[in-house]
């Protein structure tokens, strides 16, 4: 299962962003498996990009390599030309996408932790 958070069956799931924090860079993630009263959660910390719509179905979540990660956080100019891979690792800087039928979530991130609500 390449799934980040061991998620089964990820194409059931619900995802809905129920809060997000500019200021404090957080944003909690709502999963609500179909046909069941199944809840989680995922809050994310030191968000530095989101990319995506605000609730979606599928949440099958692939930690992308650290060159991507920084690719895309030059791109949206969230970090100037002399950051490293290095750097994004030492600081435990990661990505994550979910690939949907007509756009891909992004997600960069410092932490994310999957709970049940």
């Known amino acids: ?47 530095e990009v989101f990319s ?4 979606w179905t599928g949440a099958n979540f692939i930690l992308r390599p650290t060159s991507e990660c920084l690719e895309l956080l030059q791109s949206a100019e969230r970090i100037s030309e002399y ?13 994550y996408i979910i690939e949907l039928q007509f756009i891909q979530v992004q997600i960069v991130c410092h932490m994310a932790n999957k709970y049940s609500g």
Not at 25 to 45: C, E, N, V
Not at 52 to 55: A, F, Y
């Open 83 to 95: 950051v490293t891979e290095k750097d994004l690792i030492e600081r435990n800087i990661l990505l």
């Open 52 to 55: 995506g719509p605000l609730t």
């Open 1 to 47: 299962m390449n799934n980040a958070f061991a998620i089964m069956k990820p194409e059931m799931i619900e995802c809905m962003i129920t809060e997000y924090h500019w200021g404090r860079s957080m944003m909690t993630l709502k999963l609500s498996r179909q046909g069941t009263p199944d809840i989680q959660y995922i809050k994310f910390a030191g968000v």
